[in-house]
């Protein structure tokens, strides 16, 4: 766990609970947001992509605040949009789909239904909050 770290999950038995696709906290008031392997269930998904969560984790980075995105490979709700949606959330590509960052080396990673996920098959990457318009 990360220090000053605030776990937010459907089913939080610590920390906050509730949705990524909205998100009970206030507009630029988030330092760092990681998340690892992201996924929204079919029922409450709009798009079947990030774009079911991005938004609203763009909402509440500060500017200058970083998004980690720790995916499996195949995770499409780790798959970047186009560049130019990106800009309109006023974030920018830091690192795209690296191997795991050191930091995130010694996390377990599972699947839905509980299964571990092989490390060596996730991959990082990195958003960053411009300035921003409003």
Same mark, same amino acid.
């Given at each position: #766990?990360? +220090?000053? &770290?605030?776990?937010?999950d /459907?089913?939080a038995?610590s ?5 990524? #696709?909205?998100?009970? =906290? ?12 992201? $996924? =929204? +269930?079919?029922?409450a /998904?709009?798009? @079947?992509?990030? #774009?079911?969560?991005l938004?609203?984790? &763009? ?9 980690y =995105?720790? &995916?499996?490979?195949?995770?499409? $709700?780790g ?7 990106? @800009?309109?959330l006023?974030?920018?590509?830091? #690192?795209?789909?690296a ?10 990673f ?5 299964? &571990? ?5 996730m ?12």
């Open positions: #766990m990360n +220090p000053g &770290a605030i776990n937010l /459907t089913r038995e920390g906050i609970r509730g949705s990524a #696709m909205d998100l009970p =906290i206030g507009s630029k008031t988030v330092d760092r947001i990681i998340t690892s392997n992201p $996924y =929204i +269930p079919d029922v /998904t709009r798009t @079947k992509s990030i #774009m079911d969560w938004p609203e984790a &763009a909402r509440v980075l500060k500017p200058g605040g970083e998004l =995105i720790n &995916a499996f490979g195949s995770n499409r $709700y798959k970047l949009p186009k560049l130019e949606v990106l @800009k309109e006023d974030l920018e590509v830091v #690192m795209e789909k191997p795991l960052m050191e930091k995130f080396q010694g996390q377990e599972f699947n839905t239904k509980g299964g &571990a996920l092989e490390q060596q098959r991959k990082s990457t990195v958003l960053r909050k411009r300035g921003g318009s409003e």
